[in-house]
């Protein structure tokens, strides 16, 4: 609990004289579950502020070094604050947009905007509690109608933007047209996301399974693409212990179901 791990803190601070700093893992696998990764990236900058009245001196993370899919703004933004908690969000925000993407990253930005609020990552992080012979715990993302009507808009968000970031893959600034060659990746990605989400938002498994599979597939046929940006073995691992805690929540739900009749 929140209050025990208080305690803790102040027990530890008690015995130990010097920084501190909180361990933490914004950036392993929990980017995964927002692929337009300004929540994730919003919520880490927050978290961060949050320390200081807390008596802690900063933060180290335990992440994976390939998470610039499709921008490295978390990266950034991590670097920034830690050294200067006084710049704001917006100002860091617009500070390395307008210079990863050019004229017209506010596009960018809106962008991923949309996915990240189509994608939601607090309902893909979330559990539900669920009473049956006893309460078990359902993943929220899975048979979740509300969360399907949502992820359905994923295609018509790329659509809008899609070849306005393509005009802009021969950008004579190279940084620039690598920006916008991986936003051409991260819309098909999203894309592909989309179906898989959906599937298991109609609780449908095996189609989850299938999804899964495909997008496998298309991520390994893409993988020299992208690898110095994104971390495909760490996904399968982190997206493998998705669908058993699925297939754990389906096969315990029906024992207790059986039992409370």
């Not at 880490?44 to 502020?49: A, E, F, N, S």
């Not at 802690?56 to 993370?61: E, H, K, P, Q, T």
Request: glycine letters at 4%.
């Amino acid at each position: 609990s929140i209050p025990l791990r208080m305690k803790m803190l102040e027990k530890w601070k008690n015995a130990y004289v010097g920084p501190h700093f909180a361990f933490e893992y914004h950036f392993y696998t929990m980017h995964f579950n927002d692929p337009g990764t300004l929540r994730v990236a919003k919520n880490y900058y927050t978290d961060l502020h949050r320390l200081k009245p807390l008596g802690m001196d900063g933060m180290m993370n335990c992440q994976t070094q390939r998470i610039a899919f499709p921008s490295a703004f978390h990266v950034a933004l991590q670097g920034e604050a830690l050294f200067d908690l006084s710049r704001s969000y917006d100002e860091l925000e617009t500070e390395y947009f307008t210079n990863a993407f050019g004229e017209g990253w506010e596009a960018v930005r809106e962008y991923l905007t949309e996915i990240s609020d189509a994608i939601d990552s607090r309902v893909i992080g979330d559990t539900v509690a669920v009473e049956f012979a006893e309460r078990l715990f359902r993943p929220a993302w899975y048979d979740n109608e509300e969360f399907a009507e949502k992820v359905k808009t994923v295609p018509e968000i790329v659509a809008k933007y899609k070849d306005a970031f393509a005009k802009r893959q021969s950008d004579k600034d190279r940084a620039v047209a690598r920006g916008y060659k991986l936003l051409a990746f991260h819309g098909e990605y999203c894309e592909r996301l989309a179906k898989l989400y959906c599937q298991a938002a109609i609780g449908d498994i095996a189609k989850l399974e299938a999804e899964f599979n495909s997008i496998m597939d298309w991520l390994s046929d893409i993988e020299i693409e992208v690898q110095y940006e994104y971390d495909l073995r760490l996904f399968r691992r982190g997206f493998d212990g998705k669908i058993t805690a699925c297939k754990d929540w389906v096969n315990k739900a029906k024992v207790s179901s059986a039992k409370a009749e």
